[in-house]
């Protein structure tokens, strides 16, 4: 994914990372299309989101046969 900046700050003790376009003709299909923000929270979840989806992502647990 393409993207043209970057801004990272902190809320509430989370970590975000903001992507953006320079381009404000296709700034609306770039925030449909691709991963806007990403974010740790002080718990350490991890979470990415645009305008139509989120997700948490989690760390499975590793089980030997």
Avoid: C, W
Wanted: charged share 30%.
């Amino acid at each position: 994914m393409e993207y043209d900046f970057k801004l990272v700050g902190q809320e509430d003790g989370a970590i975000i990372v903001s992507l953006g376009v320079d381009d404000l003709e296709g700034e609306d299909e770039f925030a449909r299309a691709n991963v806007t923000d990403l974010v740790i929270t002080p718990e350490g979840e991890f979470h990415a989101y645009n305008v139509k989806f989120s997700e948490q992502f989690t760390r499975g647990t590793f089980q030997s046969s």
